[in-house]
């Protein structure tokens, strides 16, 4: 399994990030290899996701189990896809500065082409999927973000 983390901080709220995130239906508006995102069966402390992503001509479908706690933590579980393995998690941490966004993922394909396709792709989109809302928060809120260094 590969297990990746990116961290951030922005001087947004714990609500602004957790809302961003779960926005699921603006994700093809700002993040590039997303394509296609809805969420149903939503219920008060979770919600269904399918996701669609696209990459060097590889186009797969997704879906997870996404449970929440307003506003400081999403867990995301696979549902069915692609993947042997999908466990990811949002966590929303109030700083001084606004907001440490932790974000982990831990994956394995189940198909070794897959793995060797788009594992180094999700591997790496990993700081970049936590740049992409660093950045959608700075359109919606109208406010500059400033990253800090990777660590915690």
């Known amino acids: 399994m590969a297990i990746q983390k990116a961290v951030a ?10 809302d961003l995130v779960v926005n699921m239906d603006d994700y093809p508006l700002f ?3 997303c394509v296609k ?3 149903f069966d939503v219920a008060a402390t979770q919600f269904m996701a399918e996701m669609t992503v696209s990459f ?6 997704f879906q997870t189990v996404d449970r929440v706690w307003p506003p400081e933590r999403i867990q995301i579980s696979l549902h069915k896809g692609p993947f042997e393995h999908l466990e990811n998690e949002w966590r929303f941490v109030a700083v001084e500065a606004g907001t440490r966004i ?4 831990d994956f394995r394909f189940k198909k070794r082409l897959l793995d060797l396709t788009l594992g180094p792709f999700f591997g790496a989109a990993t700081q970049k999927m936590v740049e992409a809302f660093q950045k959608r928060a700075e359109a919606i809120y109208n406010a500059p973000y400033s990253a800090s260094p990777h660590g915690s």
Do not use: T
């Not at 901080?9 to 957790?18: A, G």
């Not at 060097?56 to 479908?61: F, I, L, M």
């Not at 932790?102 to 993922?105: Q, R």
């Open 9 to 18: 901080v922005v001087p947004y709220s714990q609500q602004q990030m957790f």
């Open 37 to 39: 995102a809805r969420k």
């Open 102 to 105: 932790d974000f982990i993922i």
């Open 56 to 61: 060097k001509g590889v186009r797969e479908v």
């Open 31 to 33: 993040l590039p290899w």
